[in-house]
């Protein structure tokens, strides 16, 4: 029987006592009743919550996490971490990219994501040239997420230029390189691919690296309502770069020639002027914030309560997989505000005071709308991904209800997920993944024959 019953479940509209919830074989949540009655045989927990939506992952860097973390020569900055990342690229195979992507997946499930939006720019051969199957890396990562059990959204990676004004590729960029016409074919080539688990989008990797023209005529010919994402504004090199070679920042730049709307995600969009903060918010994009690594790559704080104020949607991703946590994005999101700001408790709403519980739904109704996918919610319809918290742990004792999620994202770093379901299948029980030693052993040996890449 697909029943799940819950004490308490966090709901669209917040807390619900004595909810039960029901899935079908497909593992689509078809009844979510609360006010029920604890019926015999049906398990029966205290906190559900539905599970988090990772809107932005390179899954391949997941095996430079703590590699990069020494001075150079000169200052070091997101383009000298930037180098160490291509030559570690360099020498991946699709092996190794699943393997790495497998082991990724499995702790992401394990702190509390269950869905994740692969943005994905290694196809080539080292060499440059494609493999057999144009969409074998991909295929790669996308086998990796069923292995561990996560819903993905696969986002092929649109990559042609080193610079503004169509640069040429360097050397180190070969394994990247595409153009609009191959981008639309290895989404053809994955269409047969999609399923309730799995959506497929495209990502212009950036204005730096792909054109005006070739955005548009990738979103000429993609599917209609699949998800766009792009990287924007993570650097003020960046943006100056933009202004020298263009005479507009490149959320201007974007916003001026595409029709960005509500299937778009802009990636860290961090050095935004008002004017840019309100055309993000106007447009019903999703603002894709992946606080740890702008942390570790020194991007700049985004402008969080300008944007909230104007309406903005954000999602929360992981990036570079420096963390493998929603709590410590969340938690870092709203710590850097009040570094900022000099007073706390930034991200909330006049409806809703909790910090904590505004985060957590803010980032799972983005993160949905960015996958592209019926996720993030506990509702009929949505896909039965959820989360059940450690009910015994210290940190969950003698609270208010109201203080669950604020206890969740701002106290201690123990892990209090206990269990995940995915798609109506239980992927994490008692904090260890299903298929956690096999995905770990393969991801070990991959680490030692990738360890010199120096
Ligand atoms: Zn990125």
């Not at 709901?11 to 593992?27: F, H, K, R, T, Y």
């Not at 030559?87 to 190794?96: E, K, L, S, V």
Request: include cysteine; charge should be negative.
């Amino acid at each position: 029987m697909n029943q799940l019953f819950a004490r308490h479940a966090l709901l669209p509209d917040g807390w619900c006592a004595d909810v039960l919830l029901e899935w079908n074989q497909a593992g689509d949540l078809v009844a979510v009743t609360p006010g029920s009655a604890p019926a015999a045989g049906i398990e029966c927990v205290e906190y559900a919550l539905p599970g988090m939506i990772n809107l932005h992952s390179h899954s391949f860097q997941r095996a430079l996490g703590g590699r990069t973390e020494f001075a150079g020569d000169s200052h070091d900055s997101f383009w000298t971490w930037r180098d160490l990342m291509y030559r570690f690229a360099r020498n991946i195979t699709p092996d190794h990219i699943e393997a790495i992507a497998a082991q990724l997946f499995a702790e992401c499930l394990r702190h509390g994501y269950t869905s994740v939006c692969e943005f994905h720019y290694v196809q080539r051969q080292p060499d440059g040239a494609w493999y057999d199957r144009p969409a074998e890396t991909a295929e790669r990562v996308i086998a990796a997420a069923r292995l561990a059990g996560i819903g993905v959204t696969m986002l092929p990676v649109l990559y042609s230029y080193s610079g503004f004004n169509d640069s040429p590729l360097k050397p180190e960029q070969q394994r990247f390189r595409t153009d609009a016409d191959d981008v639309l074919r290895v989404i053809e080539a994955l269409a047969p691919l999609r399923d309730g688990q799995t959506e497929v989008g495209v990502a212009p990797h950036s204005l730096r690296a792909a054109s005006i023209a070739q955005i548009n005529a990738v979103l000429a010919g993609l599917p209609p309502e699949r998800p766009v994402h792009v990287h924007i504004a993570e650097q003020q090199a960046e943006v100056q770069q933009a202004l020298a070679h263009t005479g507009r920042r490149p959320v201007q730049l974007l916003f001026d020639q595409v029709a960005v709307d509500g299937r778009w995600c802009l990636v860290h969009a961090t050095h935004l002027s008002s004017t840019e903060v309100r055309s993000i918010a106007a447009s019903g994009a999703v603002a894709g914030l992946c606080p740890t690594t702008e942390a570790n790559l020194g991007d700049g704080l985004f402008p969080l309560e300008d944007f909230l104020a104007a309406g903005g949607r954000f999602g929360i991703g992981s990036d570079s997989h420096v963390s493998q946590s929603p709590v410590e994005e969340l938690r870092w999101l709203e710590y850097g505000q009040r570094l900022h700001h000099q007073r706390r408790n930034i991200a909330v709403s006049k409806e809703q005071r909790q910090v904590g519980e505004f985060l957590w739904q803010g980032a799972l109704q983005g993160g949905a709308q960015a996958a592209g996918r019926p996720v993030g919610a506990l509702a009929p319809g949505r896909r039965a991904d959820l989360l059940v918290l450690d009910d015994g742990h210290p940190n969950l004792c003698g609270l208010a209800l109201h203080e669950v999620l604020g206890s969740l994202i701002f106290s201690g770093n123990d892990n209090l997920v206990r269990d995940v379901m995915v798609g109506g299948r239980w992927v994490v029980r008692n904090a260890q993944h299903v298929a956690q030693q096999a995905i770990a052993a393969r991801f070990k040996h991959t680490m030692a024959e990738l360890r010199e890449f120096r």
